[in-house]
């Protein structure tokens, strides 16, 4: 990642592109043959790391750096499958100033911004706390229109601080059950000595470290219904094995990829046949969350949003 953001940083220097809003984009998204729901817009943002040097510049003789963070914003189509880059810049927090002026410009040409996703960093918390963002009232108002642009922590994030948590330290449920590793190692013990197990429980599942703890099908393959059906059908964990499953259905339910499907894991949310079951999945999530701890952590160390 750092080398691929240093290229960039590069490139972007070679043809000299400023910093802050790209405004011909924007441009260039005015053009686009999209009707109204193809411009309905949900803008994502996030952060990484870059490598810490000086560069010079010998064509626009200018130094570059050394900087620690880029920001990106993109903004993406809810309904329509685009997504283009609209604001970077380095060592630069997200800010109420930069949401208002992107949202507004992309209106300006007929782009409706409804959603907003990121992750829960500290400075990103500390963002939403600002635009007024709680979990009461997970929205702040379009500039422009005054209707609610809804916020959405990222999911593939969230399902890896889950996973990271539990291979860490572990959870304590609201029952006083205790969950945590231990269970997954024993079931890797056991089926490396089975013939036909669907669950493809791996060493690297449950020893992930540094880079590999962003690889979003590692939390997604070891929370899954295999490794949750696993558990049950051992006896290995059965209660791990049903928190595993609720987070697998939550995963699924905020990952739909279809316009229409016939199952509540595989269909978009709402729709009048699988709205009921959704909404149970969503709310035994957030009660499994609501009352779940940290082994050696403070009472509230898991966050509902």
């Known amino acids: 990642m750092i080398a691929g953001v240093t290229t960039l940083k590069r490139w972007m220097a070679s043809i000299k592109i400023e910093c802050g809003i790209w405004y011909d984009v924007l441009r260039i998204m005015a053009l686009a043959p999209l009707d109204t729901f193809g411009k309905l817009t949900v803008l994502c943002f996030d952060e990484m790391k870059v490598e810490e040097i000086y560069e010079y510049n010998r064509k626009w ?7 620690k963070k880029m920001q990106v914003l993109m903004a993406r189509g809810l309904c329509r499958k685009w997504k ?23 209106y300006a040409i ?23 963002v709680t979990p009461k009232t997970p929205y ?5 229109t005054k209707k609610k642009i809804v916020y959405f922590p990222d999911v593939p994030h969230l399902l890896k601080l889950f996973r990271n948590w539990l291979l860490d330290t572990g959870f304590i449920l609201a029952d006083g059950t205790i969950v945590t ?22 060493k690297d599942h449950i020893d992930v470290k540094k880079s590999q703890r962003q690889n979003v099908r590692l939390a ?14 051992y006896g290995i964990d059965p209660k791990l094995g049903e928190v595993i499953q609720k987070v697998s259905d939550w995963f699924d339910v905020f990952n739909v990829r279809t316009k229409t499907a016939s199952g509540p894991l595989n269909s978009p949310y709402g729709m009048s046949h699988v709205k009921s079951t959704q909404a149970k999945i969503l709310e035994d999530l957030r009660n499994l969350m609501a009352g779940m701890t940290c082994i050696g952590k ?8």
Do not use: W
Request: glycine letters at 4%.
């Open 61 to 67: 003789d200018e130094v570059m750096g050394p900087y």
């Open 84 to 106: 283009t880059p609209l604001f970077v810049d380095f060592d630069q927090r997200m800010t109420e100033e930069i949401i208002v002026e992107v949202t507004s410009r992309l």
């Open 110 to 132: 007929g782009y409706n911004v409804v959603a907003c996703v990121s992750d829960q960093g500290s400075e990103n918390r500390g963002f939403l706390r600002k635009m007024g």
């Open 140 to 144: 702040f108002l379009h500039p422009i």
């Open 181 to 202: 590793k231990e269970s997954l190692e024993k079931l890797l013990a056991l089926i490396s000595t089975e013939i036909n197990v669907a669950c493809r429980l791996t």
């Open 220 to 233: 997604a393959q070891l929370c899954s219904h295999t490794v949750a059906t696993a558990l049950i059908h």
């Open 298 to 305: 403070k009472k509230n160390s898991v966050q509902v949003s």
